[in-house]
Nanobody, 116 residues
Framework: QVQLVESGGGLVQPGGSLSLSCVAS????????MSWYRQAPGKERELVAA????????NYADSVKGRFTISRDNAKNTVYLQMNSLKPEDTAVYYC?????????WGQGTQVTVSS
């Protein structure tokens, strides 16, 4: 059974940091490109960051470049999103996604709220 389980969300003040994790099971993790998306209330889901299964470098949305870092540990079947210098506009539900060719899996999401 395929599972993607996100954790690490919460409430943080502007300027603060959070680290999200997504643990995968039920498929060959190292073959899959992994990404983080987010969806704010009333908005469409958007790509935040992605990292390939090979040696390609990560990609980031312009809005998070220089503040967020995506990484993966294939030995632990886990992808991470380190979020620094958080802003209120980063508030959203964050989802991880695994994709390989025509197969795509989503996690259930974790809430990130940036507020004073």
């Amino acid at each position: 059974q395929v599972q993607l389980v996100e954790s690490g969300g919460g409430l943080v003040q502007p300027g603060g940091s959070l680290s999200l994790s997504c643990v995968a099971s039920g498929f060959t993790f190292r073959h899959y490109a992994m990404s983080w998306y987010r969806q704010a209330p009333g908005k469409e889901r958007e790509l935040v960051a992605a990292i390939t299964s090979a040696t390609g470098g990560p990609n980031y949305a312009d809005s998070v470049k220089g503040r967020f870092t995506i990484s993966r540990d294939n030995a632990k079947n886990t992808v991470y999103l380190q979020m620094n210098s958080l802003k209120p506009e980063d508030t959203a539900v964050y989802y991880c996604k695994a994709q390989y060719l025509y197969s795509a899996y989503w996690g259930q999401g974790t809430q990130v709220t940036v507020s004073s």
